[in-house]
Nanobody, 124 residues
Framework: QVQLVESGGGLVQTGDSLSLSCTASGITGWYGMGWFRQAPGQEREFVAAVSWSGSSTYYKDSLKGRFFISRENAKNTMYLQMNNLQPEDADVYYC??????????????????WGEGTRVIVSS
């Protein structure tokens, strides 16, 4: 079965950069993957997505140019590079993976597998 494990979260200061990783195991075929984030009491929010080959990327509009998603299938790993972090970026970040091929990428129900999350804390 598929397992996704996030890493790279931690405490940073406003303006710092941080890179998250998501390592997958049990993958039998490569499909789109994405990152979401969630604060207590709020809906899980789409952050970014990447196609199976890494050739297409998608971002929450307000994060374009500041967050960058990529993947390296040979290492079973997806990345999220976060630059110029702000207090509003502090959340638990979740890795997600599809098990089918389509163009729906920005909603929780579009994905079939989830990691347990990694927390990002941004201090002023």
């Amino acid at each position: 079965q598929v397992q996704l494990v996030e890493s790279g979260g931690g405490l940073v200061q406003t303006g710092d950069s941080l890179s998250l990783s998501c390592t997958a195991s049990g993958i039998t075929g490569w499909y789109g993957m994405g990152w979401f984030r969630q604060a207590p009491g709020q809906e899980r929010e789409f952050v970014a997505a990447v196609s199976w080959s890494g050739s297409s990327t998608y971002y929450k509009d307000s994060l374009k140019g500041r967050f960058f998603i990529s993947r390296e299938n040979a290492k079973n790993t997806m990345y999220l590079q976060m630059n110029n972090l702000q207090p509003e970026d502090a959340d638990v970040y979740y890795c997600a993976a599809k098990s089918h091929c389509d163009d729906d990428v920005d909603y929780v129900s579009d994905y079939d597998h989830w990691g347990e999350g990694t927390r990002v804390i941004v201090s002023s």
